[in-house]
């Protein structure tokens, strides 16, 4: 299945998207401030996050190198990356409510999962992390990450604990993922961090427990490899953010296009495609091309039906997909599984 944000709305969390994020009387100053000015505004209808995390992204990497030195833009810049560390802070909390229970929705579409199925994930919160991880099937223990499963699989690959991945843990990497059956989180999450340096080998810190959400102020931590500057790994769907794609993070797109690629059966849940979002559209359009004449059997769980139907346009099914306008239609219809899917 392909995740995105509206599966995290229609969860038993009830998560905000995009145009309700900051509907939130408890916003922090600096983040309710800089939206007011941004938007001219203060009515949070009007703001939406997407749009926000690009403008404040691309600021916070580009200003350093554009606005030379003038005391007023180097304050304009200084404020940006202010707002963007705060925002990121509250994307944290916004996304991981205390004593959050395990969505039951999630754990119910898992249920179809076999051996040779995949999750991908648009999304940084941990509603699907913890419905696998703490699956009755799917997971062998809720107190340690069990030894092969998609979630283990997924950990291995970024880095357990905060710690660099050596040669030694990268081979066990690669045998363990022989096996198909992967969980893929293509934007980052609310619980990982990295240094700063494109090339530095220490991967993606991620903390102990799936649910832990470890957040480390600005100018606090860094990376016990090389000395630099963690940051969190929280990608904006933005056209600029190919920079951002690299290292382990880049094997995992690779690995989505391959099993998009391969699936006889792909679920499409909440997921808008953006125009912004190009890498999403890209990765989705190259593994049409990829898998030639054949096409999957494509099921669409989206309220908007103009969403679903650019996710056929997109996505090129064998037939007309199937539609739904909610988890429960789908749920209640169980269609069968047939073959490889992505689910």
Not at 3 to 25: I, K, N, Q, V
Not at 98 to 104: L, T
Not at 172 to 183: C, K, N, V
């Amino acid at each position: 299945m392909l995740l995105g944000a509206g599966a995290s709305h229609a969860s038993d969390l009830h998560l905000p998207t995009m145009r309700t994020f900051f509907s939130d009387p408890d916003l922090p100053r600096t983040v309710a401030s800089f939206l007011a000015e941004y938007y001219g505004t203060t009515d949070p209808t009007d703001y939406d996050l997407e749009e926000v995390l690009t403008h404040l992204f691309l600021s916070e990497r580009r200003a350093p190198g554009w606005i030379g030195f003038e005391q007023s833009m180097v304050m304009q810049h200084l404020q940006a990356g202010l707002a963007y560390w705060t925002l990121l802070g509250y994307v944290r909390a916004r996304l991981n409510p205390k004593d959050a229970p395990v969505c039951g929705h999630h754990v119910a579409l898992f249920d179809e999962l076999q051996p040779l199925d995949s999750v991908i994930s648009l999304n940084y919160d941990l509603v699907a992390d913890q419905a696998l991880h703490r699956h009755p099937r799917l997971s062998r223990g809720v107190d340690e990450l069990s030894r092969g499963t998609r979630v283990d699989k997924l950990w291995s690959l970024l880095g357990y604990a905060g710690k660099p991945i050596d040669e030694r843990a990268q081979s066990e990497f690669t045998r363990r993922t022989h096996d198909p059956g992967y969980y893929l989180k293509l934007h980052g999450s609310i619980n990982w961090r990295r240094c700063r340096d494109p090339e530095c080998p220490g991967g993606v810190r991620v903390p102990e427990q799936v649910d832990e959400v470890e957040f480390v102020p600005v100018f606090q931590g860094a990376c016990e490899f090389c000395g630099g500057a963690l940051e969190s790994v929280i990608i904006p769907p933005v056209a600029a953010k190919s920079s951002n794609i690299r290292g382990r993070l880049q094997r995992m797109w690779t690995t989505a296009l391959r099993e998009l690629a391969v699936a006889t059966k792909i679920v499409v849940w909440g997921v808008s495609f953006a125009a912004s979002d190009a890498d999403l559209r890209w990765l989705v359009r190259f593994s049409v091309a990829f898998r030639g004449a054949t096409r999957p059997q494509l099921h669409v769980i989206n309220p908007d039906a103009a969403a679903r139907r650019l996710a056929q346009r997109l996505f090129q099914p064998s037939a007309s997909a199937h539609e739904w306008a909610d988890i429960e239609e789908y749920l209640k219809a169980r269609p069968p599984i047939a073959g490889p899917s992505v689910k």
